[in-house]
C-alpha cells in the first residue's frame, strides 16, 4: 500500500504484521513513532480495523498529540474518536462509565499534585505527627511506589509493624486512601490501578474491551511499570486468540526506573505474550557514524539488552 512506500524495509515488516504480538526494537532516530503511526493508518486503511477498534497509547500528553496530528495526515478519518491518548487519559475514559462497579460515583474528582500534597498535610496533622520526620514529598512518593506495586496499607503495615517510622508511614497511606474514598477522589496512580482492579474484578466489562480493541499499540514500552504492564497484558490476551499486541521500545532509553518502570517487561515480552515476532530497527536518521560508535561504545556495556 502507497502508506507504507516511504518505510524502510524493516519499517514496512513492522507495520504491516499481521496478526499476533509484535515486539519493535528501536533505537533513537530509528523512526519508532513514524512505524507506529503508519501501522494505525495501515490497519485503517487495509480494512483490518476501524478506527474506534485501535487502542493505541503513550506517556504524554504531547506524544499523543504527535500521534493523533501524523495520523491525521495519512488517513481522512477524524482521530478524534480514536481511542489514541496517555494510559491516565485512556483508564478515565473507561473509569467514567463503569467505576460504580467498583464502589465509586461516576463524578469522580482527580486530585492532582498540590492535592495529594495537601491530603498527606492534613494527614500527617490529624495522627499528629512530626512533618519533619515524615516529609510530605517522600510520603507522596511512597505511596505512588505501593501503588504502582499493587500493595494495599493494611499489608504494608502488617509487614512493618515492628518498625516504628515504616508503620507510621503506612498508618498515613491507610488514613490517605480512606480520605480519597469519603471525597469520591482518585490522585493519579489510582487512575491505572482502579482500571486494572475495575477489568479484573468484572468480567463483562473485560470482554467489552477486549472486543473493542481488536489491535493494541503502546509507545515507549521500555517505561512502563507494573501496572501499567498489566493493563496491557489484560485487555490484550483474550481467550484463545492471538494477541494483538503491537509494543515499541528501545531497553536502552529506559530512564524511569525511579517511578518505577520495570525493563523486565521489554526483556520478556516474548515469553510474556507466546509467539511473538521481534523486529529491529536499526538504521538511524538523526546522527553520525561517530556519535552512533561512540554511543553504542558506551551502551554495549548495558548488562540487561537484547542488543
Partial sequence: ??????????????????????????????????????????????????PWEILAITFTNKA????????????????????????????????????DRIGYDKNFTIYDTDDQRILIRDCIKEMELDPKSYNCNSIKAFISNEKNS???????????????????????????????????????????????KLLETNDDVLELYQERFKYILVDEYQDTNNVQYNLIKVLGKKKNEDSNVFVVGDEDQSIYGWRGADISNILNFEKDFKGA????????????????????GVIKNNFQRKG
Fill in 64 to 99: 499523543a498529540d504527535e500521534m493523533k496530528e501524523r495520523i491525521s495526515r495519512l488517513i481522512e478519518y477524524s482521530v478524534d474518536k480514536m481511542w489514541i491518548g496517555t494510559f491516565h487519559s485512556i483508564c478515565v475514559r473507561i473509569l467514567r462509565r463503569y467505576i
Fill in 1 to 50: 500500500m502507497e502508506i507504507l512506500n516511504s518505510l524502510n524495509e524493516k519499517q514496512r515488516e513492522a507495520a504491516s504484521h499481521d496478526k499476533g504480538p509484535i515486539l519493535v526494537i528501536a533505537g533513537a532516530g530509528t523512526g519508532k513513532t513514524r512505524v507506529l503511526t503508519h501501522r494505525i493508518a495501515y490497519l485503517i486503511e487495509s480494512g483490518k480495523a476501524m
Fill in 150 to 196: 499493587r500493595n494495599t496499607p493494611d499489608n504494608y503495615i502488617k509487614d512493618n509493624y515492628s518498625n516504628f517510622i515504616n508503620r507510621n508511614k503506612g498508618e498515613i497511606y491507610a488514613l490517605y486512601e480512606k480520605k480519597l474514598k469519603v471525597s469520591n477522589a482518585l490522585d493519579f496512580d489510582d487512575l491505572i490501578v482502579k482500571t486494572l
Fill in 277 to 296: 515476532k521481534t523486529v529491529k530497527l536499526e538504521k538511524n536518521y538523526r546522527s553520525t557514524d561517530v556519535i552512533l560508535n561512540a554511543a553504542n
